[in-house]
């Protein structure tokens, strides 16, 4: 096909979407809402297991000192503790009446053994925690969580195709007449089509547009007033990701149903 071909239907497109705009209003907002709702799932997915790994999967030690601990053990602990092989950060907690105690993060599981087996005959050490089942559970939890939400966003993805192709079918049906002249004037199926398709994919791509602005302005909003309260323990995504990686894949998953929701929309009306 020419491109002087494609391109008037482009423009034959642009005009019956102005001519029927509010049909055409209706369309770019059905399928703003169903992406809208879509990302937002997604960033909740998203934050969630991002969250779960930044709390849980900081591999530590938990050392508790004798109550009767003398301060050279202390220092020497402190000392071995600072020297071992793998420890990212330690924290030094006296809460009374609770013994006091060391937490040494490390840099993984790994690690965990080889700190304790340097510690582990030093005086005055009451006992040594190590968070050695941890790491399972996080893989656990995180395939769970990426399952979930695959099933839950094809099932949203199944929805929104219907809802789009029902809504273009609705659009299309005050047009009826329209594609039976076109149709008895001798144009072909494939002609008619295409002006159509256009409209799906401009529809596609100016819903996918208005979803990703709405989502990343009001993401950005809620992301900059909770992050300051949370920020030392809880990791969310950054409003960035919506712009970087979520828009080109919604603008594709809006052009591809708005074009195929036209295809399947058009058809029943090409049955004379």
């Known amino acids: 096909m020419r491109i002087s071909t494609l391109n008037s239907f482009f423009k034959d497109a642009l005009k019956n979407l102005r001519r029927n705009l509010t049909s055409s209003i209706a369309s770019i907002a059905i399928v703003m809402s169903m992406l809208f709702l879509l990302g937002s799932f997604l960033l909740f997915i998203f934050n969630i297991k991002m969250g779960i790994i930044g709390v849980y999967s900081e591999f530590e030690i938990l050392v508790t000192l004798k109550d009767d601990i003398k301060i050279t053990d202390q220092q020497n602990i402190y000392n071995k503790i600072k020297a071992a092989n793998g420890v990212t950060d330690i924290t030094f907690k006296n809460n009374i009446p609770l013994s006091a105690s060391y937490i040494i993060k490390v840099n993984g599981s790994d690690d965990i053994p080889k700190v304790i087996s340097q510690i582990n005959e030093l005086q005055g050490i009451n006992e040594i925690n190590g968070g050695k089942i941890l790491p399972s559970k996080i893989v ?32 299309m049906y005050t047009r009826r007449d329209e594609i039976s002249i076109m149709q008895y004037l001798g144009a072909t199926d494939w002609f008619i089509r295409w002006p159509f398709i256009f409209e799906g994919i401009i529809i596609g791509f100016l819903g996918a547009m208005s979803a990703v602005s709405v989502m990343y302005f009001l993401y950005r909003s809620v992301y900059r007033q909770v992050t300051p309260y949370v920020a030392t323990t809880i990791s969310f995504i950054d409003p960035s990701f919506i712009l970087t990686t979520i828009s080109w894949s919604f603008i594709l998953i809006g052009i591809i149903l708005g074009t195929i929701g036209s295809i399947f929309a058009i058809r029943k009306f090409l049955i004379v």
């Open 140 to 171: 656990t939890i995180t395939i769970l969580i990426q399952l979930l939400g695959v099933i839950l966003f094809l099932t949203l993805l199944v929805a929104s195709f219907i809802l789009i192709k029902n809504t273009l079918k609705l659009a």
